[in-house]
């Protein structure tokens, strides 16, 4: 266990396999923009190509990078975004400019949730915000930023982009289609087949397009969101069926606590950054923009609150040392009243660094605050809690990457509210 005080213990690695929810969480994050490169096609009654910027270039931070948000208002440090089932649809809402959401089929018991063939319809509806915005169904993603992407726009044009860790590359650019119903309001229904490298594309059931994808990997089934120069957009999904390797897919959308897709998201409310997820979803965000707020030594305080969830399978903290690829650690407080130190990893097993080990320091009261401190140097990790020290480990793997705070749900939805948070960086 950690001793208290100054005393150092080294903690031997030992691999373990987690739920779920740990690795294929619910992840809406910031990203790169869609490329500019449009098709531009000489056709009447049509809404002009979407005007695609390049993404705004924010001025980098002053180094030593110092983070600090009382979330009193929101603010662009932080993705604000949520996915939903209310009314009989799942609702993806986006509050900031190039972003993008997206929903986790959740996956069967006897092939999991990545996959390499499948058949998914889905109809959509843009309810509100800019006509640049798309949407559609995100597939074969085998990391937060590598993935493809068959998207619309309410313009009525359509494209096949493929991200590698963040570097988009356009297999189809935007064309225009007379099958796709313009405007605010009209529904779309969207069909993608991927049979190994071949994908067949169909919009209100025209085939528009057969692709081949070079690159096919197994991997993650989403509807996807994203919004371009403007925020403040809704897409509703309804209708979604198919087959994913052999397993039925059917979703309706009717019982929010049955769904077979992971909802979740984060927003400033009240003056704090709530995370909120499905039973078996995680969800965490770093702070923005990711590229520009990566260290690698780093003192960290923030104050946290459980909102609601089975305090026995509800965890939430920090993570560290994101490099966007599934591979992060997290410093895991349970409900409960323990503490974990995991290592996420995107090609195999999580392991845990750390034991759970109860913590009488942290205060499991209903309504109850906790402020979580951290001080990373080096491969040594000294956490506080409630200002008091509980120890520090050694012999930790020494990562650069971003930092943020993560919610992971068991066999129950939960939320929990974050505030206060400071980051400094810590220079040798």
Sequence with gaps: MIRT??????????IVILCECIALALVPFAVPDIAA?????TVTNRLPTPAFSARDTQPPYARPLTLRDTFDTPSALWDQSNVTVQDGHLAIDLRLPHADAYSLWLGDPTIGSRVMDFRLSATMTQISGPDDASHGIRFRQDAPDSYLMVALNTRGYWSVVRSNFGVRAELVPWTYSHTIQ????????LTVDARGPRISIAINGVVV???VDEAAVR???????ATADTGAMRVDFDAVSGSAEGVAISEDFTDNTTTQFSTGGSYANDGAYHLRANAGVSVWQNSLPQSQTQVTDFDLSVDTRI???DRDSIGYGIVYGDTGDFGHSILLFGGNGTVQLLQSNPAKATERLLEPMKLPML?????AVNRITVRKVGTTLTLFVNDLEVGSIDNLP?????????????TAPGEVAFDNFVLTERTQ
Excluded at 219 to 225: K, V
Excluded at 363 to 367: G, L, M, P, Q
Excluded at 398 to 410: A, E
Aim: proline share 0%; glycine share 12%.
């Design 5 to 14: 005080a100054t005393r150092r213990i080294n903690i031997a690695l030992c």
């Design 219 to 225: 991997g993650q089934l989403t509807l996807a969101a």
């Design 398 to 410: 020494s990562q650069s990457g971003s930092v943020g705070m993560i919610l992971v749900c068991g």
């Design 37 to 41: 490169r449009l098709m531009r096609l």
């Design 182 to 189: 313009q405007g605010i309001g009209s529904s779309n229904e």
């Design 363 to 367: 205060d499991t009261s209903k309504d």
């Design 307 to 309: 909102i609601s969830g």
């Design 209 to 211: 397009d057969t692709i």
